[in-house]
Nanobody
Framework: QVQLVESGGGLVQAGGSLRLSCAAS????????MGWFRQAPGKEREFVAA???????YYAASVKGRFTISRDNAKNMVYLQMNSLKLEDTAVYSC????????????????WGQGTQVTVSS
């Protein structure tokens, strides 16, 4: 069982930066694929970024070059550094975990945090 708690969301102006954090419980954290997903009002949840235990990273095309996912296995933490934020990045961002291989589909993830709101203003 893995419990995930996100933090770091808030209100930021377009062009600004935020860093999201996800604290995970569980002894086998280092073996999990960790992902960030987001859901904007009226839209389906979408993949943002993921990181494997090997630290291989994956990004959605819409955030590549602006967002960076990282993990600290010693602290059971995953981070999402978001730079050059745009209005369309406004969403609830959720951390997710799964064992095994990487998938882009949210339905493949077994554990989810409660989400943190990110609002980008003009």
């Amino acid at each position: 069982q893995v419990q995930l708690v996100e933090s770091g969301g808030g209100l930021v102006q377009a062009g600004g930066s935020l860093r999201l954090s996800c604290a995970a419980s569980g002894r086998t954290f280092s073996s999990y694929v960790m992902g960030w997903f987001r859901q904007a009002p009226g839209k389906e949840r979408e993949f943002v970024a993921a990181i494997r235990s090997s630290s291989t990273t994956y990004y959605a095309a819409s955030v590549k070059g602006r967002f960076t996912i990282s993990r600290d296995n010693a602290k059971n933490m995953v981070y999402l550094q978001m730079n050059s934020l745009k209005l369309e990045d406004t969403a609830v961002y959720s951390c997710a975990a799964r064992s095994g291989t990487f998938y882009i589909t949210d339905g493949r993830y077994d554990y989810w945090g409660q989400g943190t709101q990110v609002t980008v203003s003009s």
